[in-house]
């Protein structure tokens, strides 16, 4: 019998701090591919939907996860920091990737 290789998730923890950034910033931000479905309410219900979705191979879907956990692990520790140090540059960027990652770009 073959190994099946199993696909990364986010975490609970994770996905639940990344939809909160979404929810911030949502109007920030467009799809990025036209004619593609709006997925703003898919990111706010299931995060691996949206992977599975934008990413077709396992290994993107996995890439894109790790990508997305290191980012907002990151984002928490910048914001926790933001509080003795100005970091909202840094903190805008890595939202921009966390948003590029799930398919959309920041609003011209």
């Known amino acids: 019998m073959g190994k ?23 109007s920030e931000f467009v799809n990025s591919t036209e004619g ?16 599975r979705y934008r990413y077709s191979h396992n290994r993107e879907i ?3 996860a790790t ?5 907002a692990q990151t984002h928490h520790a910048l914001r926790h920091q933001s509080l ?3 970091y909202s540059g840094e903190l805008a960027a890595l939202e921009a990737k966390i948003f590029s990652i799930l398919g959309f770009q920041r609003c011209q």
């Not at 099946?4 to 949502?26: A, E, F």
């Not at 593609?36 to 992977?51: E, I, R, S």
């Not at 990508?67 to 980012?71: A, G, R, V």
């Open 62 to 64: 996995y890439a894109a």
């Open 36 to 51: 593609a479905p709006d997925l703003k309410g898919d990111v706010m219900t299931d995060l691996n939907a949206v992977l």
């Open 4 to 26: 099946r290789k199993s696909r990364m998730r986010l975490s609970p923890m994770m996905s639940y701090y990344i939809r909160q950034i979404v929810r911030q910033h949502s």
């Open 67 to 71: 990508q997305l956990e290191n980012l």
């Open 84 to 86: 003795h140090t100005d």
